[in-house]
T-cell receptor, first 111, second 113 residues
Framework: TQLLEQSPQFLSIQEGENLTVYCNSS?????LQWYRQEPGEGPVLLVT?????EVKKLKRLTFQFGDARKDSSLHITAAQPGDTGLYLCAGAGNRDDKIIFGKGTRLHILP | GAGVSQTPSNKVTEKGKYVELRCDPISGHTALYWYRQSLGQGPEFLIYFQGTGAADDSGLPNDRFFAVRPEGSVSTLKIQRTERGDSAVYLC???????????FGPGTRLLVL
């Protein structure tokens, strides 16, 4: 069974600080996705990483896929209250159907 | 265009009752997915449709759960003899085709008393 472990589960930091959240697995994924979910809404895709070692930037967010395609990280620079939410990583296998989600990191940015 | 919509947004039912949850995917999307998200957890895959057929139903927890997509568009998730443990948010997603980016609906919050 493929599992994705996310850490930390909860993170509360002051506005302006930097943070990194991690997504780890013992399984290899063909691609890995990061989603953000707000209360009462479904997850919204932020980025998909496909190539081992790949780094993608989305404004203040930097996503990295591990060389072995088993892990990923999300780094946020100068966090803002609007970054508050549940960040989910999800891995896709070689089949084109289901994706496996981690439990998420609940991030709270204090103004 | 409109995103994925799900109805009802909230459903409260009693143990043992039957419920139906509806998903309207984005127009033209051939792939449709159902997930269940319990409190404090990430979404858990239930079933995937490609067109009218269930391509993968390995995530359905037991035979009380069933889903249909008769015309390849709207899908209904049906739960028989509901149990308190079925309480969760049921999410639907669609994609242009299998393997493409999935777009999620807001979910149906099911509470079984």
């Amino acid at each position: 069974t493929q599992l994705l472990e996310q850490s930390p589960q909860f993170l509360s930091i002051q506005e302006g600080e930097n943070l990194t959240v991690y997504c780890n697995s013992s399984s290899v994924f063909s691609s890995l996705q990061w989603y953000r979910q707000e209360p009462g809404e479904g997850p919204v895709l932020l980025v998909t990483v496909v190539t081992g070692g790949e780094v993608k930037k989305l404004k203040r967010l930097t996503f990295q896929f591990g060389d072995a395609r088993k892990d990923s990280s999300l780094h946020i620079t100068a966090a803002q209250p609007g970054d508050t939410g549940l960040y989910l990583c999800a891995g896709a296998g070689n089949r084109d159907d289901k994706i496996i989600f981690g439990k998420g990191t609940r991030l709270h940015i204090l103004p | 265009g409109a995103g994925v919509s799900q109805t009802p947004s909230n459903k409260v039912t009693e143990k043992g009752k039957y419920v139906e949850l509806r998903c309207d995917p984005i127009s033209g999307h051939t792939a449709l997915y159902w997930y269940r998200q319990s409190l404090g957890q990430g979404p858990e895959f239930l079933i995937y449709f490609q067109g009218t057929g269930a391509a993968d139903d390995s995530g359905l927890p037991n035979d009380r759960f069933f889903a249909v997509r008769p015309e390849g568009s709207v899908s209904t998730l049906k739960i028989q003899r509901t149990e308190r443990g079925d309480s969760a948010v049921y999410l639907c997603a669609s994609s242009l085709k299998g393997g493409e980016t999935q777009y999620f609906g807001p979910g149906t919050r099911l509470l079984v008393l």
